[in-house]
Nanobody
Framework: QVQLVESGGGLVRAGGSLRLSCAAS????????IAWFRQAPGKEREGVSC????????DYADSVKGRFTISRDNAKNTVYLQMNNLKPEETAVYYC????????????WGQGTQVTVSS
């Protein structure tokens, strides 16, 4: 079954760290641009970070620059989001998104993983 599966969420105190994983099954993640989004209760989904398929270039929302790092391990067909110095306002469901980098648009979303940051 073609799917994206996020993991690594949990409960952490403010200032703590978590590493989220986004694993793909039945397709090669390296052929896709990958992005992490998050959605807090009552708020719109917002982009957090992305990594390009073509050259591995990365981008971050201003609010997470210097604290979050996105990376990919092609051998494991997995993309990671290392989150340091987490803040309570970053409590949200974090989603992984994959968009094929060539040809007809193909897009996948994961089911999300809950991140809760306590003050």
């Amino acid at each position: 079954q073609v799917q994206l599966v996020e993991s690594g969420g949990g409960l952490v105190r403010a200032g703590g760290s978590l590493r989220l994983s986004c694993a793909a099954s039945e397709f090669i993640l390296d052929y896709y641009h990958i992005a992490w989004f998050r959605q807090a209760p009552g708020k719109e989904r917002e982009g957090v970070s992305c990594i390009s398929s073509s050259d591995g270039s990365t981008d971050y929302a201003d609010s997470v620059k210097g604290r979050f790092t996105i990376s990919r391990d092609n051998a494991k067909n997995t993309v990671y989001l290392q989150m340091n110095n987490l803040k309570p306002e970053e409590t949200a469901v974090y989603y992984c998104n994959a968009v094929r980098a060539y040809g007809v648009r193909v897009e996948f979303w994961g089911q999300g993983t809950q991140v809760t940051v306590s003050s």
